[in-house]
């Protein structure tokens, strides 16, 4: 054996397990060879590298979000009352008119505008308001009562103006309470005209329109006064299918529980 291959054939077996056959040039000649595994090398740290993976944080839960309910909500509403942002009675339901309204105030503030009410908007919105008053949380209605029809002036009488968009309890002529209310499209008017409360129905649903009609008290066939969340959500945009729609939840249960069957019901312009 020349000295040179018996030199790097001494090498090849002092360095691994398993032994390389190695020709005179020292490269190996491809027959039987078997080759100990390498650690891949670490991928370069330049340009084309991937970033390392930043750690996640959820988004904070909304104090107030579309869909809540409640007297925070009617709270909240009065507050952007106070400041010009929602031009209506509270209802303490979050809804549509509610997200447009929160969204503007946090475009004021320099605030993520998401509709929905975090932490930090809603203590923007204390410090720039007062505590509401009950009046301010509970008005009569947004809308001038106007003068009685005079078939609302003796009596118990659920008064209905499609003039003014109200709801008036009247008791012996004195206005007892009074709510925003909307009626029936064009297509299914709500129909005007002296009645009588049929029957009452504390959590009624429509068989119709599936459709839940909670604190209705039928007084025309199938049309009722009751309350209805698309209106406290969506306010005049939308319509009802005849009944006369009331948008404030705390109102019109209380006026549930004074109406019986027979109560005089007037709709008129």
């Known amino acids: 054996m020349p000295a040179t291959a018996a030199v790097l054939l001494v090498a090849a077996l002092a360095v691994g397990c398993r032994p390389v056959t190695v020709t005179k040039t020292g490269a190996p000649d491809g027959k039987g060879v078997h080759h100990a595994p390498t650690t891949p090398a670490p991928p370069p740290l330049g340009r084309h590298a991937p970033p390392p993976a930043r750690a996640t944080h959820p988004a904070p839960r909304p104090v107030m979000a579309f869909g809540s309910q409640g007297a925070r909500v009617r709270e909240l509403q009065a507050?952007?009352?106070?400041?010009?942002?929602?031009?209506h009675s509270p209802t303490g339901y979050y809804g549509s008119l509610t997200t447009t309204a929160v969204r503007a105030f946090q475009r004021q503030q320099g605030?993520?505008?998401?509709?929905?009410?975090?932490?930090?908007a809603?203590?923007?919105?204390?410090?720039r308001t007062r505590q509401p008053t009950r009046t301010e949380l509970h008005p009569p209605t947004t809308r001038p009562i106007g003068v009685l029809d005079r078939r609302c002036t003796t009596g118990r009488v659920i008064c209905i103006s499609k003039r003014?968009?109200?709801l008036t309890w009247v008791v012996d002529?004195?206005?007892?309470?009074?709510?925003?209310?909307?009626?029936?499209?064009?297509?299914?008017?709500?129909?005007?005209?002296?009645f009588h409360i049929t029957f009452k129905s504390r959590r009624h649903v429509?068989?119709?329109?599936?459709t839940a009609m909670p604190y209705a008290m039928f007084f025309s066939g199938g049309q009722a006064v009751h309350y209805s969340a698309d209106f406290a959500a969506r306010g005049y945009t939308g319509a009802s299918h005849g009944c006369v729609n009331v948008r404030d939840k705390a109102k019109i249960a209380a006026l549930f529980g004074e109406v019986g069957k027979g109560t005089k019901v007037v709709v008129h312009r």
């Open 79 to 87: 507050r952007l009352a106070q400041l010009g942002f929602f031009a």
């Open 111 to 120: 605030l993520p505008r998401t509709g929905a009410v975090q932490s930090a």
């Open 122 to 127: 809603w203590s923007a919105l204390r410090a």
């Open 164 to 166: 003014s968009n109200t």
């Open 173 to 194: 002529g004195r206005i007892a309470s009074a709510m925003d209310v909307r009626f029936g499209s064009q297509y299914t008017p709500t129909r005007e005209g002296t």
């Open 206 to 210: 429509s068989t119709i329109y599936h």
